[in-house]
């Protein structure tokens, strides 16, 4: 059966980019920076590092995105501890971590998170009346995924 959890007013947010897209989320971060102050920022190795240092607050870093951080993310995100996630990804380059990066859109996707890819997402996202409220996600029932008769 599907549950319902309250996202609070102050959202748990991811922030991932790829080498050539670092430079465009930490300017977006920046411009944003009085916004994402009330919130809780989590991000991969590299990007936390630079997040920190461009915006003077801490930032949960985790390990290196192709070392195991986004995996860590993805998680996270099953673990229900993300509310929010912007992954600015490059669509010109392959990754090197492909597999992982994918793994982490589908988990995002799966499990209802809210997901920017792109600056004008994010905007959108942050923008939003309901960004500093109380509000219900609807988490997918899997649980006839998870108790499937298996050949064997």
């Not at 991000?43 to 995105?65: D, F, Y």
């Not at 990804?89 to 799966?110: G, I, N, T, Y």
């Not at 499990?111 to 996202?125: Q, S």
Request: aromatic share 8%.
């Amino acid at each position: 059966m599907e549950h319902i959890r309250i996202l609070s007013g102050v959202k748990r947010i991811a922030l991932v980019a790829h080498d050539n897209k670092k430079k465009d989320l930490i300017e977006w971060a920046y411009y944003n920076r009085t916004v994402l102050s009330q919130h809780e920022l989590i991000a991969t190795g590299t990007t936390g590092r630079l997040l920190e240092e461009k915006l003077g607050r801490p930032i949960k870093k985790l390990l290196s995105g192709p070392l195991g951080g986004d995996q860590q993310m993805g998680a996270m995100v099953a673990e229900e501890k993300l509310d929010m996630m912007v992954f600015f990804w490059d669509p010109m380059e392959a990754q090197p971590h492909d597999s992982d990066v994918k793994a982490l859109l589908r988990l995002a996707v799966a499990w209802n998170i809210l997901m920017a890819c792109n600056r004008a997402t994010a905007d959108f996202i942050l923008t939003s009346v309901l960004m500093n409220e109380d509000y219900p996600v609807v988490v997918p029932d899997y649980s006839g995924y998870l108790s499937r008769k298996l050949i064997g």
